[in-house]
């Protein structure tokens, strides 16, 4: 192994937690699309698949550090909110986690003077502040509509054109 352990079983950890927020956001979406949000259910399924993404990233640099990517139990997602407005202040919480767990991970790799390992995460990091401010802008937005539904329904279409397009390795 080309890390230390505890730097290994953290960057598997991580990876097994990337593989849970695609099954959050899925549940996210298929609640959303349940109740009639097509747009904001899309925009969940697009966020599911940056998270298997991610995922591969760190499933893909945990094998090239010689270590092996076990898959874990992965707990039930919350499957039923009360509003649009509560799906999302979720995902802005459970980015908040995921960025949490980046700079642990960061902590280890810096005390390890794991400098490869510094350079792959400085993505995830860069990542993490795009994924809170896309979650707190759509908390804005939908506090700023409030109960215009024409608004809202113009948003919804919005977010139904979102795709998700991987960027080159």
């Known amino acids: 192994m080309k ?3 505890e730097l290994m079983d953290a960057m598997i950890d991580q990876m097994n ?3 849970l927020s695609e099954f959050a956001y899925i549940a996210m979406a298929s609640h959303l699309r349940s109740e ?3 747009g904001f259910a899309n925009y969940f399924m697009v966020q599911a698949e940056e998270e298997r993404f991610h ?3 760190f499933y893909n640099y945990i094998s090239e550090q010689g270590g092996h990517a076990a898959i874990a139990a992965i707990p039930e997602p ?3 909110y009360d509003s649009v407005l509560a799906v999302v202040e979720e ?3 459970h980015e908040k986690r995921v960025t949490a767990r980046i700079y642990n991970l960061m902590d280890i790799a810096t005390k390890d003077r794991e400098y490869a390992t510094i350079s792959f995460l400085n993505w995830f990091v860069d ?3 795009e994924e809170e401010d896309n979650m707190q802008s759509m908390i804005d937005k939908l506090e700023r509509i409030g109960d215009n539904k024409a608004a809202f ?3 919804d279409e919005q977010l139904a054109a979102r795709v998700f397009t991987p960027e080159a390795e």
């Open 127 to 129: 990542e993490q502040v």
């Open 78 to 80: 919350i499957n039923s």
């Open 55 to 57: 995922a591969m990233k």
């Open 153 to 155: 329904y113009h948003y």
């Open 36 to 38: 009639g949000y097509d």
């Open 91 to 93: 995902a802005l919480e």
């Open 3 to 5: 890390i230390s352990k």
């Open 17 to 19: 937690y990337e593989l």
